[in-house]
């Protein structure tokens, strides 16, 4: 995955050159597009950080870019740079999924506020997915017999309850609960249900 970017897609070179001293001066990194499609020629490479789009650009407009890269998989936070004409279009796009919109002409300092906080909001989705991946990779490991234990003590079940509705002796209730807690990686049931929560939270 590359590194977090502020990506700037504008064909204004004047524009961007503007807003990447803008963002590098308080100390956030800024990648400038100058075509559409190089962008989204890019954007399925994993680019991590936040989107500056503006509305209105020659060729293909900001809600036309922000439509395609979201159909070719770019879960980037976008804001949208917009004119007053354009206010609706950007609460549209926000609707659909865009981060935030700004009104032109924008204060520096609260451009850039809006841009890290997309930052922030992109890398604790990351996070939070990379985390899910990772305990959906130990969910895997475990056999169907321990799966099914598995949701019995999640459901606050004794072992002898859980031994008697599978039709299995206690002790090999109490084997399946001691290999699914090593393959989980947890030290109890409280453990094990606040690490599955992580799955739940990513997927809502």
């Not at 890398?123 to 234990?149: C, K, P, W, Y």
Request: proline share 3%; aromatic share 4%; net charge neutral.
């Amino acid at each position: 995955m590359s590194n977090p970017l502020a990506h700037i897609v504008d064909d204004d070179p004047a524009v961007c050159d503007a807003l990447k001293w803008l963002l590098e001066s308080r100390g956030v990194k800024a990648l400038i597009w100058n075509k559409p499609r190089d962008f989204l020629d890019a954007s399925a490479s994993g680019l991590s950080g936040c989107l500056v789009l503006d509305v209105r650009m020659p060729g293909m407009s900001g809600v036309e870019l922000f439509d395609r890269s979201r159909k070719a998989g770019c879960q980037l936070p976008v804001i949208f740079l917009t004119g007053h004409g354009d206010v609706p279009m950007a609460v549209e796009a926000i609707k659909n999924g865009a981060f935030d919109f700004l009104e032109k002409p924008y204060n520096d300092n609260a451009l850039v506020d809006k841009i890290v906080t997309a930052m922030r909001h992109d890398s604790v989705a990351r996070d939070r997915q990379t985390s899910s991946n990772t305990l959906q990779t130990l969910l895997e490991q475990l056999t169907q017999r321990e799966q099914e234990v598995m949701h019995k003590i999640l459901a606050g079940k004794l072992n002898k309850i859980i031994a008697d509705e599978l039709g299995i002796a206690m002790r090999t209730v109490e084997v399946h609960r001691s290999r699914i807690f090593e393959k989980m990686q947890v030290r109890s049931a409280v453990e094990l249900s606040q690490r599955l929560r992580v799955i739940d939270d990513s997927s809502s």
